[in-house]
């Protein structure tokens, strides 16, 4: 039975969701606030966070943030507010979807299927590639990078990269083919869940904050990440 965190401090809502999920099979943990939210996190296992980022306390969007310290645990928004600019900051910090209220609570169920139903095909389709090229450990080296598929962590030149979940898919994929371009769109296709619910600008932005880590883990790493100007992005191991 799938655990799901909700971060809700409407009763209304918060009842109507819990309803919901838990006549699906899911087993719901309902808190108000975002400290109560971390607590639980921390406190807990679950496989999936329903964040509202208008909370009481702190924004969703800070709670994602300390969420993604430790864990890369799906995560689907839910805001009162439509716009671009919130929807691409909260995607970018590791949101897999954005939904605004008004809703129904059928689509939310649905949405938290599939997002589910994609990670775990991820991670097992990440698994078995790494362990078909590297048998019996599920890791492989790569000029200066080191893949650790079942920690799914990436090292750069000894050190660990502290990349989100959608920075560690983008990196994987241009670290599975290097120097091959892919272009933004296949990025967005390889990477996220719903492709047409983030824009280019998207990639172009977590590529600027991967590269940065890079540089942060050694002087010069970023240089690895090249751009190929109205092409894409390829990964040099030169």
Do not use: N
Request: proline share 5%; aromatic share 6%.
């Amino acid at each position: 039975m799938p655990r799901v965190l909700l971060v809700e401090d409407e009763p209304a809502i918060a009842d109507t969701l819990v309803y919901a999920l838990s006549t699906e099979c899911f087993e719901v943990t309902h808190v108000l606030t975002g400290a109560d939210a971390l607590a639980a996190f921390a406190g807990e296992l679950h496989d999936f966070v329903i964040l509202d980022i208008g909370l009481p306390d702190m924004t969703g969007i800070d709670v994602c943030r300390r969420l993604r310290e430790m864990s890369a645990v799906p995560v689907l928004f839910l805001t009162a507010r439509d716009g671009e600019v919130d929807r691409i900051l909260g995607l970018e910090l590791g949101g897999d979807d954005y939904v605004t209220k008004p809703f129904s609570p059928r689509e939310i169920v649905a949405r938290v299927r599939a997002i589910l139903r994609r990670t775990q095909a991820a991670r097992v389709g990440t698994s078995e590639a790494a362990t078909a090229s590297a048998p019996p450990a599920a890791s492989t080296s790569q000029g200066v990078f080191h893949h650790d598929a079942a920690a799914m962590r990436i090292h750069c030149h000894g050190r660990r990269l502290d990349l989100t979940a959608h920075e560690y898919k983008l990196l994987l994929v241009l670290l599975e083919k290097p120097g091959r371009v892919f272009t933004r769109d296949q990025l967005l296709d390889h990477a996220w869940e719903d492709p047409g619910a983030v824009t280019d600008r998207t990639i172009d932005a977590h590529i600027k904050s991967i590269r940065a880590k890079m540089r942060a883990s050694h002087p010069g790493a970023e240089d690895h990440i090249q751009t190929r100007r109205g092409l894409g992005y390829l990964l040099s191991l030169d």
